[in-house]
């Protein structure tokens, strides 16, 4: 093993010098760090959320809608947050200000939305910000930030040009950060022009203060470049470059430090080679001093420590002993102070070859298109499809950019995608191109992290009335959006509903009930965590100085909508019996007005009295033990899949099971239906609703059937008013944004060529694959030979996916 070492350390043409060869394993026993070590902990115990919206497209025609899903990730686990909830969508127009924000319900990392683009948008850009109130509480800003283009359908100056004279960006960075006398300096190089873009130079020049050549330098097509060099006590050195243009521009050092270390960085095969190199003078100062390398990516970290003997040290890290994705390298001196500091990117673990796109059929009018989930992993993903020449999909992030490298760097990456298609000479580029990471270490000592911010689980509803309740008096709370319905007795004033998910312009019906009679009661209602006081960095804008305005030949789409006016409907209503499927010849049935019940009785225990055991999670018949799976208990997806309906499937699908104590997929032995919508998972539902409130209830088992089934039907609003009832009806102006499905805009044409570059051909949200199984999703071709899918998501354990693929419609 020694001599593959020595081995990789020629390969590096290090100098003859004095050389003490260090292996790094990064699983020994990490030798203490003076409170460094409980400061790094203590910094990023309170986890980070890192919120992404895959849009189904960038650039919008008036009338259309943006479509998104949303994805948050949980950066200590990296995998998909399952208690985080709110998520704030703002729009701010091309100055910083905030046009309109939407609250989106992110359940179990996963949440999706819409936006109009209507006649309000007026301006050419806008900018998406998608963050919580928990962020907030941190330094570093892990919003998501995209900016969006709205076509105009008016001639202004198209093909304009703004001219401006050419300014470009020409930075220096010393590896490291510092410029050390007399050693060996690796420096890296950007190079960009007016509009952030890279500039990519053939041949530049390094000189001395006497104009001799003493080397040179290129730069990829994203200005990104290296150069290691000789660097001499006093000594200027100037960067030249020559552009295309025949523009000369120049970038001078800083006169280097007499005293101090730098480092040198290298890749080869699987190692990560680290040079520590001084100079003579340093050294005496410098010798026996203890250093400490610290490597971390805020989720886990290392300490090495050496004694600075001699003026080149060489360190190897294997990379399969670092963690995926970005690692921080920081260097600390004697004092424990931060003195170098280096990203490095260790090989991303692509799923490119795991997930599959293929046509599987192909009709006059559409084309199904089938994802395949080669791994052993769920996936969860989102697909825009788009015509092949789209020029309007062009996002500044992927979800893996996004992810997996923009929490770490503070300067702007152009084209992302790139350096995750095995570009990763250019991504490390990239990093020594960053200097140091986001994470300031003043931060970390000071441990100078608020907790001002809550972490929000829902809305708070408060209803204050204005007069005390009686003791024979309670208020009724209904509403069929929100799936609420509540009897809240007289002890609660101010009432406070917790952790609701109402929609935005949702209604609520408010009723104080005395005996069997309501009336009419109106709350003052206050509402928490429905707003997020919000703003944007400026540095974010994306500012083109040099552009052509893109204009479209549609009119705004939402001209050719016609708003009907609203129109109430009256008549004769006819009275429908709530028979559920068995409900006449196989299940029992109880109408509760003919019973009598005790005034306050709940509906569970009812339940519990005709025969039915109930624990908190849901019921079964009594005499079997039910101690249910937790994960069966909260998720549709372990238990029964349900139909369109909600329904359970026929027993054919389900297979033939005949004793309960012997099924092996753990299903509910009772499943419970509340107004013909299965609440069996949600059984909290059911308990607050009074046998009062109660119509009629049908259980038991139907043949063929694998599970008994229970049915609620509670009287409507409507009933209860019939009953001499009076609800006051209160529209609620705040709440999440209601979740609609996606429908194509109304396009004049399917031929020109604003729709071919700009126009949407279909968006499909909430994909979700099981391991080794294959999906289809069925979309119109709009008389197009050709389509391009743009995938995005996530794994259940974290593995980013981002794949674009071409459709070949012939």
């Known amino acids: 093993m020694f001599i593959i070492l020595l081995q990789l350390v020629n390969k590096l043409l290090i100098k003859k010098t004095s050389i003490t060869l260090f292996l790094i394993t990064l699983f020994s026993t990490p030798l203490k760090a003076q409170n460094i070590d409980s400061l790094y902990t203590n910094y990023f115990q309170d986890t980070r959320e890192l919120p992404y919206l895959h849009l189904n497209k960038t650039t919008f025609i008036k009338g259309e809608e943006i479509w998104f899903q949303a994805y948050v990730t949980e950066q200590n686990s990296n995998t998909l947050h399952k208690t985080t909830s709110n998520l704030y969508v703002s729009i701010f127009d091309e100055n910083g200000k905030q046009k309109e924000q939407h609250l989106i319900h992110i359940k179990n990392g996963i949440g999706h939305g819409n936006i109009l683009i209507d006649s309000t948008f007026t301006k050419n850009a806008y900018y998406l910000k998608a963050s919580t109130n928990w962020m907030k509480n941190f330094n570093e800003d892990h919003s998501f930030i995209q900016k969006i283009t709205v076509l105009s359908d008016r001639e202004r100056d198209n093909k304009i040009s703004i001219n401006e004279k050419k300014f470009y960006e020409f930075k220096i960075f010393p590896e490291g950060g510092h410029l050390i006398s007399n050693t060996i300096n690796n420096i890296g190089i950007l190079i960009k022009d007016v509009n952030n873009r890279g500039v990519k130079i053939s041949k530049g020049k390094i000189k001395n203060r006497s104009g001799t050549v003493i080397g040179q330098f290129n730069t990829n097509h994203l200005g990104l470049g290296s150069v290691s060099f000789f660097t001499k006590e006093n000594e200027i050195y100037t960067f030249e470059a020559t552009l295309t243009n025949g523009t000369v521009i120049h970038k001078k050092t800083n006169l280097p430090e007499l005293i101090g270390i730098t480092l040198n960085t290298n890749v080869i095969d699987d190692y990560y080679i680290l040079n520590i190199l001084t100079n003579d003078v340093s050294l005496t100062k410098l010798k026996n001093k203890k250093y400490r390398i610290l490597t971390h990516n805020t989720r886990s970290f290392k300490n090495i420590n050496f004694n600075n003997t001699d003026k080149t040290y060489t360190l190897i890290l294997k990379k399969n002993e670092l963690p995926k994705g970005i690692n921080i390298v920081t260097i600390f001196n004697e004092n424990n102070i931060p003195v170098i500091e280096r990203l490095i990117f260790n090989d991303f673990e692509e799923f490119q070859n795991q997930l599959n796109i293929s046509n599987s059929k192909i009709k006059s009018d559409s084309i199904t298109t089938t994802l395949t989930n080669n791994s052993s992993e769920k996936l969860f993903l989102s697909a825009s499809f788009l015509p092949i020449e789209t020029k309007a999909y062009k996002p500044t992030n992927t979800i893996k950019s996004q992810i997996a490298l923009k929490p770490y760097v503070k300067g702007h990456i152009e084209n992302p995608e790139y350096y995750f298609n095995n570009n990763y000479k250019d991504l490390d580029l990239l990093l020594l191109t960053q200097g140091w990471s986001k994470y300031n270490w003043d931060d970390i000592f000071n441990n100078a992290t608020d907790s001002y911010f809550d972490f929000e689980t829902g809305i708070d509803i408060t209803a204050t009335f204005n007069k005390k309740i009686k003791s024979n008096q309670s208020v ?335």
């Not at 509402?527 to 997020?532: F, G, T, V």
């Not at 204009?551 to 789409?557: A, I, P, R, V």
Request: charged share 25%.
């Open 476 to 810: 009724l709370i209904f509403s069929k959006a929100n799936k609420l319905i509540r009897e809240i007795s007289n002890d609660q004033n101010p009432l406070v509903l917790k952790n609701t998910f109402i929609k935005k312009n949702s209604t609520v019906d408010f009723g104080l009930k005395i005996n069997d009679n309501i009336y009419k009661i109106t709350p003052y209602l206050q509402y928490s965590n429905s707003y997020l006081k919000d703003t944007f960095n400026k540095n974010y804008l994306i500012t083109n100085k040099d552009i052509e305005l893109e204009t479209s030949n549609f009119g705004d789409l939402s001209k050719d909508i016609t708003i009907l006016d609203e129109v109430i409907l009256s008549g004769n209503k006819r009275k429908l019996d709530n028979k559920p499927y068995g409900g006449v010849t196989m299940l029992r049935n109880i109408k509760m007005k003919d019973l009598m019940n005790p005034t306050g009785e709940t509906i569970i225990q009812f339940l519990t009295f005709k025969g039915y055991q109930y624990d908190g999670n849901g019921f079964s018949p009594k005499g079997i033990d039910t101690k249910r799976d937790e994960q069966n208990s909260s998720s549709e997806s372990e238990g029964i899949e349900l139909d369109s309906e909600g329904l359970e499937p026929d027993s054919e699908e389900l297979g033939s099971v005949s004793n309960v104590d012997d099924d092996k997929f753990n299903r509910p032995l009772v499943r419970v239906y509340l107004n013909d919508k299965e609440v069996t998972f949600n059984i909290w539902v059911i308990e607050n609703i009074n046998t009062n409130m109660v119509k009629e209830i049908f259980y038991g088992k139907v043949p063929g059937r694998f599970a008994q089934v229970i049915h609620i039907y509670t009287f409507s609003p409507h009933e209860y008013y019939s009953k001499k009832t009076r609800l006051t009806k209160l529209k609620l102006p705040v709440g999440f944004t209601t979740e609609k499905e996606y429908y194509s805009p109304l396009y004049p044409s399917f031929s020109n060529s604003t729709f071919r570059e700009f126009g949407a051909i279909y968006w499909q949200p909430n994909i979700t694959i099981e391991a080794n199984s294959s999906l289809n999703i069925t979309v119109p071709i709009y008389y197009q030979k050709e389509l391009k899918i743009f995938v995005e998501g996530t794994s259940e354990i974290g593995t980013l996916i981002s794949k674009t693929q071409l459709i070949n419609i012939d």
